[in-house]
């Protein structure tokens, strides 16, 4: 890694991996240490906070024009793992369908390979991020943050159900994003 990729936007990519395992361990605590309130307020945070990084990073990185191919790579990566981790305990905690995990992950897994693999035979370019993918992040970012807190906000709005409706838009987003950059790879490797 060059010191170029040593730099604010990075450190703050490298900020949202390390608070995986934060959000992940308020769960496995002891309970005489935090109520399950206590548990999903401390989880939330922490993934908004890191949604926040995401943003952050990206916009220090053109500004200051501190841009790598390390941070390239490692910003979706981050973004990959801290969505997947926190799935997967909403899944363990009931408040996400185990399709919907299924179709979310896989899709990552699934667009993850075929970038490689549109890298590998020099079309890396046909398959850029797309509006409906940008659109599918937000909405996800929106929704697991309102599955993650699980209660009742300003008592009278159901996190919970809010965060639902929101994660099944994101799956349908997601198969929809998913369809469209296989049918670019595809029609790309027609061309060549």
Do not use: H
Request: glycine fraction near 6%; charge should be positive; avoid cysteine.
């Amino acid at each position: 890694m060059s010191l170029r990729a040593l730099n604010l936007p990075t450190l703050l990519t490298w900020a949202r991996v390390a608070a995986i395992p934060l959000v992940v361990g308020v769960y496995f605590l002891p309970t005489d240490w935090m109520t399950l309130p206590e548990r999903n307020l401390t989880a939330t945070i922490l993934f908004i906070l890191s949604a926040i990084t995401d943003w952050l990073d990206g916009y220090l990185a053109r500004k200051w024009n501190q841009t790598s191919a390390f941070g390239a790579f490692l910003d979706p990566v981050a973004d990959k793992l801290m969505v997947s981790a926190a799935l997967l305990i909403l899944l363990q905690l009931g408040r996400v369908d185990a399709l919907v995990t299924l179709i979310i992950i896989g899709r990552e897994i699934a667009i993850s390979a075929l970038r490689e693999w549109m890298a590998q035979i020099g079309q890396s370019r046909r398959v850029a991020v797309s509006y409906v993918g940008k659109v599918k992040t937000a909405v996800q970012m929106v929704a697991i943050p309102f599955l993650l807190f699980g209660g009742t906000l300003f008592g009278v709005v159901d996190t919970v159900l809010i965060g639902q409706w929101l994660i099944w838009a994101a799956a349908v987003l997601t198969l929809w994003s998913m369809q469209y950059y296989f049918r670019i790879a595809l029609a790309g490797m027609k061309l060549t």
